[in-house]
């Protein structure tokens, strides 16, 4: 079983809905990340949490600790949303908190 | 500024060769973090560096791999020789202050070994 799984796996959405990505992870985290990689490769770094909520215009991201899950939340969708979503969390192993990712949410955004 | 700097944007090599990735973190950051991203397998570290000083790299493949950071304003990461299976997508990001910290990822390298 991997120690971070996201759900679901890919999401068709309509230009406007609202989308839900999950995340789950099995290991005890200092915080966690959503991160956005557009078709063309490039990796952007969304948010870092480590309890509650933030929010960055149409985008929400939810952590419960005690659950050991995240949702990343995407209002009034649009076809530029339409990227490849990895959440990785900062495990506490070892000496330091290591990342480790998830396999990453494929979300197409149609018109 | 200008953001994590990666050089080559793309290389295609035949299998043997050396192959030699270069990154330029974010000025003033002291972190800086290789990954590969395969279909296979997605993202994966392959080490982390902090203050030029290797902490974690229990994540590189095999002796043909090698990774350096002679002064916190360049590392590389070497392939010495390449093989098919190291195709891939390579990405260098840097952080202010280590892991717990939001990182910024360069471009990636596309690397092709035939």
């Known amino acids: 079983k991997n120690e971070v799984e996201q759900s679901p796996q890919n999401l068709t959405a309509q230009e406007g809905e609202f989308i839900t990505i999950n995340c789950s992870y099995s290991v005890g985290i200092s915080a966690l990340h959503w991160l956005q990689q557009h078709p063309g490769g490039g990796i952007v770094s969304l948010f870092m949490?480590?309890?509650g909520k933030k929010k960055h215009g149409r985008l929400i991201a939810t952590i419960n600790i005690q659950e050991k899950h995240s949702s990343l939340h995407i209002t009034a969708s649009h076809p530029r949303d339409s990227a490849v979503y990895i959440c990785?969390?900062?495990?506490?192993?070892?000496?330091?908190?290591?990342?480790?990712f998830g396999p990453g949410t494929s979300l197409s955004v149609i018109p | 500024d200008a953001g994590v700097i990666q050089s080559p944007r793309h290389e295609v090599t035949e299998m043997g060769q050396e192959v030699t990735l270069r990154c330029k973190p974010i000025?003033?950051?002291?972190?800086l973090f290789w990954y590969r991203q395969t279909m296979m397998r997605g993202l994966e570290l392959l080490i982390y560096?902090?203050?030029?000083?290797?902490?974690?790299d229990s994540g590189m493949p095999e002796d043909r791999f090698s990774a350096k950071m002679p002064n916190a304003s360049f590392s590389t990461l070497k392939i010495q020789p390449s093989e098919p299976r190291d195709s891939a997508v390579y990405f260098c990001a840097s952080s202010p202050g280590g892991p717990r910290e939001t990182q910024y990822f360069g471009p990636g390298t596309r690397l092709l070994v035939l």
């Open positions: 949490l480590s309890s």
């Open positions: 990785a969390v900062q495990a506490l192993k070892t000496s330091y908190d290591k990342v480790i």
């Open positions: 000025s003033g950051h002291n972190s």
């Open positions: 560096f902090n203050n030029n000083v290797p902490i974690d």
